[in-house]
């Protein structure tokens, strides 16, 4: 079955300093990849997107992801955290039949 | 301005008691979705919608029914609430093929049940 892993339910960064957050994913065919991230109150709000190509995607807010077949990851990075990068953050596969599997999500604080 | 919004924000009820939350998109989308967040901030679909269609309907209570007049809106009922009702639902839409295209989310409705 499809299914999406975020192994750290919770990751604390300087503020600064570089960000990998990790997501695995379980999926036979070709995964269609998202990365989402929830501020406090709000809704998920897109960060990227993979569905083929090029495997290192850029996306808004200075993130980026790399899709590795190899490891079934698709991993999503910020060369230096920002305080207001402080959220939670979702890795996600889309499957077929309108359905999107979401990770658990994990959190991320920034110390100052 | 506001592309996918939901009302009411926070909802407080008791026990047993009906509800309703509304949700539209002006995004022009065909799909549409409602989500259930839990405490731990899990993230499970309930139902989507192409153009007021059911497409998924996921295993929850019968007490939960969703209402599509047309493809804009996508309302949920929820009947007889019980405690363990109380999370954050989320509505979502996106252009048809829903799994392989973004969601666009709302802010979420707090339903708590006293």
């Known amino acids: 079955a499809q299914s999406v892993t975020q192994p750290d339910i919770h990751i604390t960064v300087s503020e600064g300093a570089s960000l990998e957050l990790r997501c695995n994913y379980s999926?036979?065919?070709?995964?269609?990849l998202f990365w989402y991230v929830q501020s406090p109150g709000q809704g998920l709000q897109l960060l990227l997107k993979?569905?083929?190509?090029?495997?290192l995607v850029q996306g808004i807010k200075g993130f980026e992801a790399e899709f590795k077949r190899s490891q079934s990851s698709f991993n999503l990075r910020k060369p230096s955290v920002h305080w207001s990068d402080a959220a939670e953050y979702f890795c996600a596969v889309g499957v077929e039949n309108n359905d999107m599997r979401f990770g658990a999500g994990t959190r991320l604080t920034v110390k100052p | 301005d506001t592309a996918v919004s939901q009302t009411p924000k926070y909802l407080v009820t008791q026990m047993g008691n009906d509800k309703s939350i509304k949700c539209e998109q002006n995004l022009g989308h065909d799909t549409m979705y409602w989500y259930k967040q839990d405490s731990k901030k899990f993230l499970k679909i309930m139902f989507s919608y192409n153009n007021k269609e059911l497409i998924i309907n996921e295993t929850v209570p019968n007490r939960f029914s969703p209402k599509s007049p047309d493809k804009a809106h996508l309302n949920l009922h929820i009947n007889s609430l019980e405690l363990g009702d109380s999370a954050v639902y989320f509505c979502a839409s996106s252009h048809r093929g829903g799994g392989y295209q973004p969601q666009h989310f709302g802010d979420g409705t707090r339903l708590s049940i006293l």
């Open positions: 999926y036979g065919a070709t995964p269609y």
């Open positions: 993979y569905f083929s190509g090029d495997t």
